[in-house]
């Protein structure tokens, strides 16, 4: 690819919304323009990295045995009606009406029209097991789109859904999407963590979450190296990847009897809240019970209410959590909320945003509670005495670590509920009709590739995995027209790199060297070739790699050798 002949537009100026670095930098490098309000377009530049993403999904959706397929974004009332979710999604339903004034919903996920596809074309048992994949666009009125494609309205997801007899083999198939999953991360070079994620009021027996590692990560995941064991929870995310109840519109009843601003917190615990993800925590008399409170980007927005039934709490500081759970190196609880955590107004904790519990053997109990991304109020914990202990696993070795992470990827066993709902059946083998039960696996592809840049970058730009590359390399011509020795040998080597399967980029468009490499750094260009007048004469090219500190002047075959 000549970049002469390709729209690549990279800018100083951003705006000022622009907060987080992955934001900032896909807005520098021109990957994505902004039309409105969660709404972006992908440039050229962008969509060669989106593409990256898809292709390995789906290599690895196929790989696992997934079926690619296509729905419509736009989806019919009466379906969401059958499913009761037409007024329980909430908010973030975008619904409108033709021109007969039916109503619609853009599909903020698919398990609706899923599970009508699955009535219609599935008869029979000898059809299962089945899993359906798509790569579709989904909008959801999120109440704060931000961070460009890392929270937007309309975004890209891959979703599949399996469909099976019994839940034996709904678990092998999890199984087998779980490590899908694993290998799609991997491929793409991330340091994630795959977390156990509660199923909450739902029900069914499993949920994973998969999150990218960055400190910007809007969750908190609590994990142990030590025993391998990971908890992560978001409560209501874990209720439903894709059927969550409209936490945001129940949450607006709520009522919260003490509530302080952040700013009254903060002066309380002496403390300087200055970023998106500052914990507090409310520590109880009556034992250690806390909760890790984080806030809001805008934290004047933030409000703490008090946590009811529970005694006498005062304010704890991360540091204080941290200490009390370096000191207690049993923390290798499991995650078990729903039915011990009750918020104020005796709501279901599935109405909530999302949270983080766990339990030790000795009864420490841990609850995380975040509020802030899609609710326009506080949510208030309230009783956690009865979380319990124990359960699969503690074997008590290793720390727990409490990190940011990124959701890039949820898994979900769905049950029968969806299936039971639209009255989707097949025969079983005595030719009695049996109800599938579902699983559910979402992937936010184009939300992978802003978490990628909060993992991958420095003071100059991106720095691109190789597998998510706009370009492998680049050969940047410097001086062309004053030496056609030089246009010459960048062309072979540009055709030569791409014959030998290595995606290179030409930079002729003619920048002076300093501008060139600028753009070329902040794209992100794992590998650069400069040829140049006197690399020419010497019979050598400068190659750097994006990571190094230095540049080296190599010849054609240690090159060839080095990146092809
Ligand atoms: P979040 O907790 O970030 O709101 P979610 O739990 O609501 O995400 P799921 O319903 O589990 O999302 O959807 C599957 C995947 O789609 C998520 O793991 C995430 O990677 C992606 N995703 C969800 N919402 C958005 C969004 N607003 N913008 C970009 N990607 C998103
Ligand atoms: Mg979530
Ligand atoms: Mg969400
Ligand atoms: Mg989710």
Same mark, same amino acid.
């Given at each position: 690819m000549r970049l002469s002949q390709f729209h690549l537009h990279t800018s100083k100026e951003i705006p000022a919304e622009a907060e987080l670095v992955s934001h900032k930098l896909m807005l520098k490098a021109g990957m994505i323009r902004k039309l409105a309000s969660g709404l972006y377009t992908w440039t050229p530049l962008g969509l060669r990295v989106l593409r990256k993403v898809e292709r390995i999904v789906r290599e690895e959706m196929d790989a696992a045995g997934a079926i690619e397929m296509l729905m419509p974004t736009v989806q019919p009332r009466e379906l969401w009606e059958e499913s009761g =979710?037409?007024?329980?999604?909430?908010?973030?339903l975008l619904k409108m009406q033709d021109r007969k004034e039916a109503w619609y919903c853009y599909g903020p996920t698919h398990e609706e029209v899923i599970t009508d596809f699955a009535r219609n074309e599935l008869a029979s048992y000898k059809q299962l097991p089945i899993v359906f994949y798509q790569v579709q666009a989904k909008f959801r009125d999120e109440i704060r789109p931000r961070f460009g494609v890392m929270r937007a309205r309309e975004f890209l997801m891959k979703d599949a859904y399996s469909f099976h007899l019994d839940e034996a083999d709904l678990d092998r198939q999890y199984g087998v999407m779980h490590d899908a999953y694993s290998r799609i991360f991997t491929r793409l070079g991330l340091r994630f963590r795959a977390v156990f994620a509660d199923t909450g009021a739902i029900g069914g027996s499993a949920s994973h979450e998969f999150h990218v590692l960055a400190d910007s990560g809007e969750d908190a995941i609590a994990f142990s190296d030590g025993s391998g064991y990971a908890a992560n929870v978001e409560l209501a995310e874990a209720v439903a990847p894709?059927? =969550?109840?409209?936490a945001s519109e129940d949450m607006r009843e709520v009522e919260t009897p003490v509530q302080k601003t952040c700013e009254d917190v903060a002066a309380l615990l002496g403390l300087e809240l200055s970023r998106t993800v500052k914990s507090i925590a409310l520590v109880g008399a009556d034992g250690f019970v806390l909760a890790l409170v984080r806030g809001d980007h805008t934290l004047n927005e933030i409000k703490l209410a008090k946590v009811e039934g529970l005694g006498e709490y005062r304010f704890a500081t991360e540091a204080e959590i941290l200490e009390h759970l370096g000191s207690r190196p049993g923390f290798l609880g499991p995650v078990r909320p729903a039915k011990t955590i009750r918020i104020i107004a005796d709501r279901s904790v599935a109405a909530m945003a999302d949270f983080v519990v766990g339990a030790n053997r000795d009864g420490f109990h841990l609850a995380g509670v975040n509020w802030g991304r899609d609710l326009p109020e506080p949510v208030v914990v309230a009783?956690? =005495?009865?979380?319990?202990a124990g359960d699969p696993s503690p074997d008590g070795s290793g720390t727990l670590a409490i990190a940011r992470g990124i959701e890039v990827g949820h898994i979900f066993q769905l049950g029968r509920q969806y299936a039971q709902a639209l009255g989707c059946s097949v025969l079983d083998a005595n030719g009695k009709a049996a109800t599938p039960t579902m699983g559910c696996y979402g992937i936010g592809v184009s939300r992978i590739v802003a978490a990628a840049i909060e993992q991958n970058h420095d003071d100059n730009g991106i720095a691109w995995p190789e597998a998510m590359a706009p370009w492998q390399a680049v050969v940047c011509v410097i001086n062309p027209k004053k030496d056609p020795g030089v246009a010459e040998a960048a062309d072979a080597l540009h055709r030569e790199l791409n014959g030998r399967g290595v995606e290179t980029a030409m930079d002729d468009r003619g920048l002076r060297p300093g501008a060139m490499f600028a753009d070329m750094e902040l794209i992100g260009i794992p590998h650069r070739i400069v040829v140049s007048e006197r690399g020419v004469a010497a019979g050598t090219f400068e190659y750097r790699h994006r990571r190094a500190a230095e540049a080296e002047n190599l010849d054609r075959a240690t090159l060839l050798d080095r990146i092809g």
């Amino acid at each position: 690819m000549r970049l002469s002949q390709f729209h690549l537009h990279t800018s100083k100026e951003i705006p000022a919304e622009a907060e987080l670095v992955s934001h900032k930098l896909m807005l520098k490098a021109g990957m994505i323009r902004k039309l409105a309000s969660g709404l972006y377009t992908w440039t050229p530049l962008g969509l060669r990295v989106l593409r990256k993403v898809e292709r390995i999904v789906r290599e690895e959706m196929d790989a696992a045995g997934a079926i690619e397929m296509l729905m419509p974004t736009v989806q019919p009332r009466e379906l969401w009606e059958e499913s009761g =979710r037409w007024e329980k999604f909430g908010g973030q339903l975008l619904k409108m009406q033709d021109r007969k004034e039916a109503w619609y919903c853009y599909g903020p996920t698919h398990e609706e029209v899923i599970t009508d596809f699955a009535r219609n074309e599935l008869a029979s048992y000898k059809q299962l097991p089945i899993v359906f994949y798509q790569v579709q666009a989904k909008f959801r009125d999120e109440i704060r789109p931000r961070f460009g494609v890392m929270r937007a309205r309309e975004f890209l997801m891959k979703d599949a859904y399996s469909f099976h007899l019994d839940e034996a083999d709904l678990d092998r198939q999890y199984g087998v999407m779980h490590d899908a999953y694993s290998r799609i991360f991997t491929r793409l070079g991330l340091r994630f963590r795959a977390v156990f994620a509660d199923t909450g009021a739902i029900g069914g027996s499993a949920s994973h979450e998969f999150h990218v590692l960055a400190d910007s990560g809007e969750d908190a995941i609590a994990f142990s190296d030590g025993s391998g064991y990971a908890a992560n929870v978001e409560l209501a995310e874990a209720v439903a990847p894709h059927s =969550r109840p409209a936490a945001s519109e129940d949450m607006r009843e709520v009522e919260t009897p003490v509530q302080k601003t952040c700013e009254d917190v903060a002066a309380l615990l002496g403390l300087e809240l200055s970023r998106t993800v500052k914990s507090i925590a409310l520590v109880g008399a009556d034992g250690f019970v806390l909760a890790l409170v984080r806030g809001d980007h805008t934290l004047n927005e933030i409000k703490l209410a008090k946590v009811e039934g529970l005694g006498e709490y005062r304010f704890a500081t991360e540091a204080e959590i941290l200490e009390h759970l370096g000191s207690r190196p049993g923390f290798l609880g499991p995650v078990r909320p729903a039915k011990t955590i009750r918020i104020i107004a005796d709501r279901s904790v599935a109405a909530m945003a999302d949270f983080v519990v766990g339990a030790n053997r000795d009864g420490f109990h841990l609850a995380g509670v975040n509020w802030g991304r899609d609710l326009p109020e506080p949510v208030v914990v309230a009783d956690i =005495r009865n979380v319990s202990a124990g359960d699969p696993s503690p074997d008590g070795s290793g720390t727990l670590a409490i990190a940011r992470g990124i959701e890039v990827g949820h898994i979900f066993q769905l049950g029968r509920q969806y299936a039971q709902a639209l009255g989707c059946s097949v025969l079983d083998a005595n030719g009695k009709a049996a109800t599938p039960t579902m699983g559910c696996y979402g992937i936010g592809v184009s939300r992978i590739v802003a978490a990628a840049i909060e993992q991958n970058h420095d003071d100059n730009g991106i720095a691109w995995p190789e597998a998510m590359a706009p370009w492998q390399a680049v050969v940047c011509v410097i001086n062309p027209k004053k030496d056609p020795g030089v246009a010459e040998a960048a062309d072979a080597l540009h055709r030569e790199l791409n014959g030998r399967g290595v995606e290179t980029a030409m930079d002729d468009r003619g920048l002076r060297p300093g501008a060139m490499f600028a753009d070329m750094e902040l794209i992100g260009i794992p590998h650069r070739i400069v040829v140049s007048e006197r690399g020419v004469a010497a019979g050598t090219f400068e190659y750097r790699h994006r990571r190094a500190a230095e540049a080296e002047n190599l010849d054609r075959a240690t090159l060839l050798d080095r990146i092809g």
